[in-house]
Nanobody, 117 residues
Framework: QVQLVESGGGLVQAGGSLRLSCAAS????????MGWYRQAPGMQRELVAD???????NYADSVKGRFTISRDNAKNTVYLQMNSLKPGDTAVYYC???????????WGQGTQVTVSS
């Protein structure tokens, strides 16, 4: 089965930066959309940003101008550069990958991002 390994989470002060990475392995077919979601305590999981194979991106309004999503197709890796972090960004961040030929989406294990004030 497809495996996603996330890294880069941690504890940072407000105004700081973190860079999340998600590497996909065991992927026999092409990956279309890759994205990042987050879930805070008591909240539903929400889209943060995604990017398709051609480079088109979507961002949640709350992170526009602060976060940047990118991908390296050769490495099957997606990144999320998070700048000007706010306490409201505190959540578990999950990577998601869509593989159309498998008719399925796959999730990473989640990485905790905590922003202190």
């Amino acid at each position: 089965q497809v495996q996603l390994v996330e890294s880069g989470g941690g504890l940072v002060q407000a105004g700081g930066s973190l860079r999340l990475s998600c590497a996909a392995s065991r992927t026999p077919f092409s990956i279309n959309k890759m994205g990042w979601y987050r879930q805070a305590p008591g909240m539903q999981r929400e889209l943060v940003a995604d990017i398709n194979r051609g480079g088109s991106t979507n961002y949640a309004d709350s992170v526009k101008g602060r976060f940047t999503i990118s991908r390296d197709n050769a490495k099957n890796t997606v990144y999320l550069q998070m700048n000007s972090l706010k306490p409201g960004d505190t959540a578990v961040y999950y990577c998601k990958v869509e593989i159309p030929l498998l008719s399925n989406s796959y999730w990473g294990q989640g990485t905790q991002v905590t922003v202190s004030s």
